[in-house]
C-alpha cells in the first residue's frame, strides 16, 4: 500500500518533526538519505523506513511506501533522496569522559555538524550542547554530521554546571580566544590525556561568564592577514592538536 494523500495522519506528524517542539513531543526525528538511515539502523533507533514507492531498500525494517509528493513534503532538502527514516532520539549517557568539547551558543547547524565530526576523528568523548546552542536533531545538523552524531555521547545541559562538575574531576577547562591565550601546540602532551574545550557563538564567541570559568585561553598561531577562523574550522585544528592519534 502506497500513501498518496498530503493530508495523512502519518505524513502530517512526519512533518511536524521538521520544527524541534515537536521532535522534543514525540522523541522522535528523521533522517534523510540511504547513509543516514543505515547509520541509525546501526545504532537501533530506525523506527520505520519512509521510502518513494517503486524504491527498494535491503534493511530489514518497517517500511512505509509514500509518493514523490510527499517525500517533498517531509523533506528539508530541494532535491529529496528517496529513502528517509523515522527515529527515535538517541539514548546518550551522562558521563563525560575525559576529553569534552563543549558548545556554547553555536547557531549555524553546517558548523555543529563539522564540528561533531570531527569530534569523533579526533578522539573526544563527549559533546556538550549548551542551552543556547541549536538543536542536534536540526535536519541540517543531522546532514551535516554525516551519521557521526550517532559514535559519539552528547549531552545537553547548562555550561555552567556541567563546568563545576568537570572542574571536580579535576579536568582542566580551555576556552578559545583570539588573543591573550596560550598557542594549542604549546600544551604538554601530558595535559591532552584530559580535557575540556569550550566554543562559542559564531559572531560573539564565548561568553563572559563562562570565559571567566575557564584555567585558560587556546589560540591557533597564524599570520596577521587573517584575524580569525571559521568556528568549525578552528574547532578542527585545536581538536586535532588535542588529540593523542597514537592511542
Request: charged share 30%; net charge negative.
Amino acid at each position: 500500500m502506497v500513501i498518496t494523500s498530503l493530508e495523512n495522519d502519518r505524513v502530517k506528524k512526519y512533518v511536524k518533526l521538521k520544527q524541534k517542539k515537536y521532535r522534543d513531543m514525540y522523541g522522535e526525528f528523521i533522517v534523510e538519505g540511504y547513509h543516514l538511515v543505515v547509520e541509525a539502523y546501526k545504532r537501533g533507533i530506525l523506527k520505520e523506513m519512509i521510502i518513494e514507492e517503486n524504491e527498494a531498500v535491503p534493511i530489514e525494517a518497517h517500511s512505509v511506501y509514500v509518493t514523490y509528493d510527499i517525500i517533498k513534503k517531509i523533506s528539508d532538502v530541494e532535491s529529496p533522496p528517496k529513502v528517509m527514516g523515522l527515529c527515535s532520539k538517541v539514548e546518550y549517557n551522562d558521563e563525560v569522559g575525559s576529553r569534552i568539547l563543549l558548545l556554547d551558543g553555536l547557531q549555524d547547524p553546517g558548523n555543529i555538524g563539522t564540528i561533531i565530526r570531527s569530534a569523533v576523528a579526533f578522539n573526544v568523548d563527549t559533546v556538550i550542547f549548551g542551552r543556547n546552542t541549536v538543536d542536534l536533531y536540526n535536519p541540517k545538523v543531522l546532514r551535516a554530521t554525516q551519521g557521526m552524531m550517532f559514535h559519539i555521547n552528547v549531552i545537553f545541559d547548562d555550561l555552567e554546571e556541567v563546568i563545576k562538575k568537570i572542574k571536580s574531576l579535576n579536568i582542566a577547562v580551555y576556552g578559545t580566544k583570539v588573543t591573550h591565550g596560550e598557542d594549542v601546540r604549546r600544551i604538554p602532551v601530558k595535559d591532552k590525556k584530559s580535557y575540556a574545550l569550550v566554543v562559542g557563538n559564531e559572531g560573539n564567541g564565548v561568553r563572559d561568564e563562562i570565559s571567566d570559568m575557564c584555567d585558560g585561553n587556546l589560540y591557533i598561531r597564524m599570520n596577521d592577514k587573517v584575524e580569525s577562523l571559521n568556528v568549525s574550522v578552528a574547532t578542527s585544528i585545536l581538536l586535532y592538536e588535542l588529540g593523542d592519534m597514537d592511542e
